[in-house]
């Protein structure tokens, strides 16, 4: 069985959308998937599942957790190898000193060039983006918080769900997608 990375989507944020990593893994476990791990508590999963797009497993997890925990939580979905090419592709780590203010955000579909097209890098510098394909890699030296290129990059402009990890998190996904960590 493929083994699939689940990012789900705005979950443990303040008081809202609350969803326990073992109601979580539960959740997971009655879905018949397998090996299911989860990193930190904001809704990162890891575990093998028959063989299906990962757009499918996504839609499987979000009606799960509609009905079971009623909540509208929307989930990203990649193969461990999607997931590995994300950390091969890495086109900012030269520069991206600091894991905690590189991102990746994960989106439900390609990036089209139309989308981004009024945006200038220049306006944003220091901060820095480059796309590859459904991912687009952000450098925030001076963090996500005050960045203006992160409140740029919304949900409307680049079409679909997305939902983002720093650096440090997509390393340990990866990882123990790739059967290690714990």
Not at 30 to 41: K, N
Not at 49 to 69: F, N
Request: charged share 20%; net charge positive.
């Amino acid at each position: 069985m493929p083994t699939y990375v689940a990012l789900l989507r705005g979950i443990n944020i303040g008081a809202r959308n609350r969803v326990s990593m073992t109601d979580l893994r539960a959740l997971l476990l009655d879905l018949g998937y397998d090996g299911v791990r989860t990193h930190l508590q904001s809704g990162n999963a890891v575990f093998s599942a028959p063989a299906r797009s990962p757009r499918d497993v996504g839609s499987a997890m979000e009606k799960a957790i509609s009905t079971e925990l009623g909540l509208p939580v929307r989930v990203v979905v990649r193969t461990a190898a999607q997931l590995a090419a994300v950390v091969a592709a890495d086109p900012l780590g030269d520069r991206a000193s600091d894991h905690a203010r590189y991102l990746v955000v994960f989106c439900e579909k390609p990036v089209s060039k139309k989308a981004l097209r009024d945006l200038e890098p220049a306006a944003y510098a220091p901060e820095e983006f480059v796309v590859v394909g459904s991912e687009v890699y952000l450098w925030l030296p001076a963090g996500s918080h005050a960045s203006r290129l992160a409140n740029a990059l919304t949900e409307k402009r680049l079409g679909g769900t997305t939902t983002s990890r720093n650096w440090r998190t997509v390393l340990a996904l990866d990882e123990l997608a790739r059967g290690g960590g714990g």
